[in-house]
């Protein structure tokens, strides 16, 4: 059983870090969306204000950079969306084989349980066994 154990806190301790991980590249994902998305208001705004002569000038320079800029996080999203996926497999992976080993270690404690009940039967029937003989 003590080897189960142990394979049981080894296994709890890589879905936890798995779970780590993912909680990290989300984190990542929504930080990359919240960038892109004010990128969108900047531009948004840029082009509100873009009446004034100076603000022309530059408008152009300023939105092929905002552009690039969106596209680089678009990429950057759809590469952390797909990390994001294969850390959802491995933690599927990693919480199947725990569950395994859980179920294992159940089973191995409930033959113990019922090894022990039949043990503890035999000794009972053989006490009345003897108790029974002396009666007679």
């Known amino acids: ?17 798995k779970r780590r991980e993912l909680r990290g590249l ?10 892109r998305t004010t990128i969108d208001v900047e531009m948004a705004t840029e082009q509100s204000v873009g009446d004034e002569p100076v603000v022309q000038f530059s408008y152009g320079a300023f939105v092929r950079a905002a552009l690039l800029r969106r596209e680089t ?8 969306e797909h990390a994001v996926e294969e850390k959802q497999s491995e933690l599927a992976d990693c919480v ?37 003989r002396r009666q007679g």
Do not use: C
């Open 1 to 17: 059983m003590k080897g189960l154990s142990t394979l049981i806190r080894l296994n709890r301790w890589r879905v936890d870090e």
């Open 26 to 35: 989300e984190d990542m994902r929504s930080d990359l969306v919240i960038r």
């Open 73 to 80: 996080l678009t990429r950057s999203i759809a590469e952390v």
């Open 96 to 132: 199947r084989e725990l569950k395994k080993i859980e179920v294992a270690a159940e089973r191995r404690a409930e033959r113990e349980r019922l090894e022990l009940s039949r043990r503890e039967q035999i000794e009972v029937d053989e006490i009345s066994m003897n108790v029974f």
